[in-house]
């Protein structure tokens, strides 16, 4: 018995001995994931203060109580040959076990409503971004004249870790750059600038969280939360879906780029740019070829988590592959696109027409459909 | 295996009082049975086969956080895994095992001859394997069972397939059971007392039960109608959850919790009753506060009542609502204070013996403790924002309810396991399940408090691999916890076996502690037909 304890004791100190010893090394890899980070934000300094006070006094009380109960396991035992006291009940020790926890509650609930105060106010910021979820990948809409207004884009699991994470990939994510937590298109914001965050959602709920800013907040279909974030140095900060959004909710992080104002007006002209550039001539002839491979890209990250990497469906999802849409009339197979139905999500806001007329292309003409039949970008205008 | 225990039973009751009958023979006993014993012992065996059931759930969700990378499951059935793992462990194994005690020791404790109603006592039982039958055939059915996680939040969950419907029905018929089984109690309690036995010489089991009983009745029929809510959303065009039609995904969030929030306190009550009535026994002390402890227990029911919302804070509630739910859920503290503090005072300047039972008691008021900690870290809504949806959270209820709840029905079990089967249960091999358990549980939980601090979310299959190392060495935990719980299964087959006969005080100086330990080991098939004298109940404390 005694042996057992003190080997319990034993393990106990080895694991807050690593713990403690690796606390300074912050949120880095192998056992340093251990405590809130203090973050880059005025909030996110508050929330993480305010964490390690809790902590603390939590910490303080445990060793009280545990001390107490120690002593007693060791002194109180029969085998010690102790004659059990009588005692039932003591007015002054129980009032003060109640009346001691509610003050040290108060001192608590101080610093709380304080943190709080500031995290709702969101007044007198100079810059606001819409923050959309999709299942599964954010959209990023920039609201602010001056401050990349138009600017509006997709961001979704980088390629990388998205062929890692595959069941039975055989890559070792270890050898993936920030596997899970990397993106094809981060968002960049402006360091040392209020800026206020607009959050909502089209299917379901999901939730924006970088831990480097101190909070989360859950994006609800319909309606609209927001939050603030004034990143105080240039840096890129990671985060993930906090919310059970379905099948890849494990698969939607978000990047966030901090660059300094000047380096922030340079992206939103290059960016300005590039989605000049994007918007294809509506008059331009592709040829199949140029559909189909296109379109494989597409399906791939924008179909094949619920269709099915081969187009063979899942569970509820149903398949592609000889489905009725798919080899079907044209028309109706891209309105399903454009417009969604039930479960599937409305791909109208998401796909440009190049995209949409390769993915339909590819979906009519791959999996061994060989429907025969192609449609040009131009033509899906026509139909939205 | 349990028919021999109450074979036993017979001859033991017949030799006792000659004009009772004995059970009748065969299946058709535990049909048709309305004996609270028999009840007991069907409800019991339930919730330990429905424990191996969800925690073999649970194995398939450690053994893919293992290592980053999806390795065994798709993501759409991990999330199934984690939302049968939950709704089976509340509903199957822990609130069961619950009702199973309370109908065994509840009219054994009071002096009752049976529960007041006891073919609804039938009923109540014999709907719950039907509904777990359901339940787990909807993991056949298609697009899989309810993924949407335990909460079953819209609009999520109306993306399940053909399981929706089942899966509200199943809440129907559990939530059913659950209504007739708390009604059963607080009529028995209210009404077949022994003379003598009075409301605050009720053994504290009694008391917690009976204002679970109360937040039973009170929560059930707010989840039945939740979920019948988003049945009508789904199938009859309703919009209660959807903005498109005027409604709102944030008020099923309201409802649930509602629910939610007294649900989990329906999970820890029993469990601080029957660590009430463990600690004196094996301290040789009345228990410490009596009645700041039923007080105690009336206001952690009131309280579960007014904080729901504290598992929403980040749907964005008016600062107001944010506020108010901290403040109110910070003063739960201070009730769950004084019961931490009375045990203590229980066990202080006591004469105590480390039997399996007192020793899970004993690791139940440190692991809870540490669980109430998180609980009051939690509380703080700004904080909060960091900690939700996080594994800090996973860490915090699963040191509640696993050192908490499972580990009080782990206590219970050894306590009373001479008193049902008449045999002292292995010591041995009672202790080697506690020291594996105990260590296991805190291998697998401790470091998920670490990787949720650093920014795991929950409910992902897959995860960056700086969290690789803490969740590896969580699996390890797990799977060892997860097997250890066979040596728990063999222990009571033992027990029910054979083994060193029990005297009816089964542990020394238990007779001042109870009226059930002035019964045979085993208790004859009926008992109390007549009430306990006199002496006997004012003699207890």
Redesign the interface.
């Known amino acids: 018995?005694k042996k057992?304890l003190q080997l319990?004791a034993g393990?106990w100190s080895v694991?807050w001995g690593v713990?403690i010893a690796e606390t300074g090394s912050g949120?880095?890899?192998?056992?340093?994931?251990?405590?809130?980070?203090a973050g880059v934000t005025p909030l996110s300094h508050?929330?993480h203060d305010?964490?390690m006070k809790?902590?603390g006094i939590?910490v303080v009380?445990?060793v009280v109580?545990?001390g107490?109960?120690i002593y007693?396991?060791i002194h109180?035992?029969?085998?010690k040959g102790?004659?059990?006291?009588?005692?039932?009940?003591?007015t002054k020790?129980?009032i003060a076990?109640?009346i001691f926890?509610?003050l040290i509650?108060i001192w608590?609930?101080f610093p709380?409503?304080q943190?709080?105060?500031k995290?709702?106010d969101t007044e007198n910021s100079v810059m606001t971004i819409k923050v959309t979820g999709y299942q599964w990948k954010w959209r990023y809409e920039y609201l602010t004249d001056g401050l990349g207004k138009g600017i509006d884009f997709f961001s979704s699991l980088d390629a990388k870790s998205n062929e890692?994470?595959?069941?039975?990939?055989k890559?070792?994510?270890?050898t993936v750059e920030?596997?899970?937590?990397n993106v094809d298109n981060p968002l960049v914001i402006p360091a040392n600038k209020k800026i206020r965050v607009l959050l909502t959602a089209v299917?379901?709920?999901h939730?924006w969280?970088v831990?480097e800013f101190?909070?989360?907040?859950?994006a609800?279909?319909?309606?609209v939360?927001?939050g603030w974030i004034n990143v105080e140095k240039p840096g890129i900060y990671r985060?993930?879906?906090?919310?059970?959004?379905?099948?890849?909710?494990?698969?939607m992080p978000i990047v966030v780029v901090v660059k300094t104002e000047e380096d922030f007006k340079k992206w939103v002209d290059g960016q300005k740019a590039k989605q000049d550039a994007g918007k294809l001539d509506p008059g331009k002839m592709l040829t199949m070829d140029e559909l189909m491979s296109k379109g494989k890209e597409v399906y791939a990250s924008n179909c094949a988590a619920c269709h099915g990497a081969e187009g063979e469906g899942?569970?509820?999802f149903p398949a592609i592959k000889g489905s009725k849409v798919a080899t079907g009339p044209l028309s109706d197979h891209v309105k399903l696109v454009l417009n969604g139905k039930a479960?599937m999500p409305a791909f109208k806001e998401q796909l440009n027409d190049v995209e949409t007329a390769a993915v339909v292309t590819y979906q009519r003409n791959g999996f061994g459909n060989n429907k025969g039949d192609s449609i040009q970008p131009a033509d899906i205008q026509a139909l939205k | 295996m349990s028919a021999t225990t109450h074979d036993e039973t017979h001859a033991h009751g017949d030799a006792h009082e000659h004009h009772d009958h004995g059970p009748a023979k065969g299946f058709m006993r535990w049909v048709t049975t309305t004996n609270h014993k028999d009840i007991g012992t069907l409800y019991l065996i339930t919730g330990l086969i429905m424990f191996f059931v969800g925690g073999a759930m649970a194995l398939v969700i450690r053994a893919e956080l293992f290592e980053?990378?999806?390795?065994y499951?798709?993501?759409?059935f991990f999330?199934q895994m984690t939302t049968l793992h939950a709704l089976i462990m509340v509903f199957g194994a822990v609130m069961p095992a619950f009702a199973g005690l309370a109908n065994w020791m509840i009219p054994m404790m009071i002096g009752a001859p049976d529960m007041a109603l006891p073919r609804m006592n039938n009923w109540s039982f014999w709907l719950l394997p039907f509904s777990f039958v359901m339940l787990a055939s909807t993991l056949f059915m298609?697009?899989?069972a309810a993924?949407?996680?335990w909460t079953l939040?819209p609009?999520?969950v109306l993306?399940?397939?053909n399981a929706l419907p089942f899966t509200v029905f199943t809440v129907h018929m559990l939530g059913m059971s659950s209504i007739m089984a708390a009604i059963n109690i607080i009529v028995t309690v209210f009404n077949m007392r022994a003379p003598g036995m009075t409301m605050m010489k009720l053994p504290l089991f009694v008391w917690t039960w009976v204002i679970t009983a109360f937040l039973l009745i009170a929560v059930m029929p707010v989840f039945a109608g939740a979920v019948t809510m988003l049945l009508t959303d789904k199938f009859f065009g309703t919009s209660f959850f959807?903005?498109?039609g005027g409604g709102?995904?944030?008020l099923y969030q309201h409802l649930f919790w509602f629910f939610g929030h007294p649900e989990v306190y329906i999970l820890i009550l029993p469990s601080f009753g029957i660590i009430s009535s463990i600690i004196p026994t094996f301290?040789?002390?009345?228990?410490?506060?009596?009645?700041?402890m039923v007080y105690a227990t009336a206001a952690i029911g009131f309280l579960s009542f007014i904080v729901w919302a504290h598992h929403q804070y980040?749907?964005?509630m008016p600062?107001a609502g944010?506020?108010y739910f901290?403040?109110a859920t910070?003063?739960i503290?201070?009730p769950t204070?004084?019961k931490?503090?009375?045990w203590?005072?229980t066990?202080?300047?006591?004469?105590?013996?480390?039997e399996t039972p007192m020793l899970f008691a004993?690791a139940f008021?440190?692991l809870f403790?540490?669980g109430g900690?998180?609980g009051?870290?939690m509380s703080?809504?700004?904080?909060d924002?960091?900690y939700?949806?996080?594994y800090f959270i996973v860490a915090h209820f699963h040191y509640v309810l696993v050192p908490g709840a499972v580990f009080a029905l782990f206590a219970a079990t050894y306590y009373w396991l001479p008193k049902w089967t008449g045999h002292m249960y292995d010591e041995r091999l009672g202790q080697l399940h506690f020291?594996l358990t105990?260590?296991s549980v805190n291998i697998c939980f401790?470091p998920q408090h670490?990787?949720g601090?650093?920014?795991?979310?929950r409910?992902?299959?897959?995860?960056?691999?700086?969290?690789?190392?803490?969740n590896a060495l969580s699996s390890v935990g797990a799977f060892v916890f997860g097997f250890s719980q066979l040596i728990f299964a063999y222990v009571i087959y033992k027990a029910i076996k054979g083994g060193v006969k029990a005297s009816s005080e089964v542990w020394e100086g238990a007779e001042a502690h109870g009226l059930e330990w002035h019964l045979p080991s085993p208790p004859p098939y009926h008992t109390w037909t007549e009430a306990p004298a006199q002496e006997i109940i004012s003699d207890l404390?």
């Open positions: 018995m057992t319990l393990l694991l713990a949120t880095g890899v192998g056992w340093g994931a251990l405590n809130m980070p508050d929330i305010l964490h809790i902590l939590c009380i445990g109580v545990y107490i109960l007693s396991l109180h035992r029969k085998s102790v004659e059990p006291a009588k005692f039932h009940e003591n020790w129980e076990w109640t926890p509610f509650l608590m609930a709380a409503t943190a709080m105060i995290v709702y890692a994470r595959q069941l039975g990939s890559i070792d994510p270890t920030h596997y899970l937590l299917d379901v709920l939730a969280w831990p101190g909070w989360k907040k859950d609800i279909p319909g309606f939360t927001d985060g993930q879906c906090a919310e059970l959004c379905g099948r890849d909710h494990g698969f899942m569970g509820a479960t | 980053p990378g999806l390795q499951v798709d993501p759409h999330n298609d697009g899989g993924a949407a996680g939040y609009p999520l993306q399940t397939g959807n903005a498109a709102d995904p944030v301290s040789r002390k009345p228990l410490f506060g009596y009645s700041s980040t749907v964005g600062i944010e506020l901290t403040y910070m003063l503290a201070v204070g004084v931490v503090f009375n203590l005072a066990m202080w300047r006591g004469a105590m013996t480390f004993i008021v440190v403790t540490m900690f998180t009051v870290m703080i809504s700004p904080a924002l960091q939700h949806d996080t020291w105990t260590i401790f670490f990787v601090l650093a920014g795991m979310p409910r992902i299959p897959d995860y960056a691999v700086q969290f690789a190392e803490f404390h």
